[in-house]
């Protein structure tokens, strides 16, 4: 990768970690009492989103600081898993992949694999 390639993947990196950095996320999960069930039933629904926005935002960020370091450190496009070179087009595509494209298949492969079935039913485990 040359370092005009890096540069623009660093500033791109900068970029979406500035734009994904949530605001004030305690308001969008704040319990607020409500008078009746269907309010109450609402309410919980539209939590449950904001809580899975904010963990898929947090896990955004975790890999754009990642993929910041390493640049940094002079590992940035080397697959963690294998340790093979990315391809340069998927590190312009997705600046924070860590993975190569098959280690990546590989992974959500297995990801998969491991989910209960009731995930796929749309059934939630209990808490």
């Excluded at 890096?6 to 791109?12: A, D, P, S, V, Y």
């Excluded at 896990?59 to 990642?66: E, I």
């Excluded at 070179?85 to 990546?104: D, F, G, S, T, V």
Aim: charge should be neutral.
């Amino acid at each position: 990768m040359t370092k005009a390639d890096l540069e623009f993947c660093r500033k791109t990196l900068e970029a979406c970690l500035k734009n994904t950095v949530p605001g004030d996320a305690g308001e969008s999960i704040r319990v607020n009492p409500v008078a009746d069930l269907a309010d109450m039933t609402r309410e919980a629904a539209e939590r449950d989103l904001a809580i899975e926005l904010l963990d898929r935002d947090s896990a955004l960020v975790r890999r754009l600081r990642s993929a910041l370091d390493r640049i940094q450190d002079g590992s940035y496009g080397i697959c963690l898993e294998c340790g093979e070179e990315i391809a340069p087009r998927r590190l312009k595509a997705m600046p924070w992949a860590e993975l190569c494209l098959r280690c990546q298949e590989r992974a959500e492969v297995a990801a998969v694999r491991s989910r209960p079935v009731s995930a796929y039913l749309g059934f939630r485990r209990a808490a």
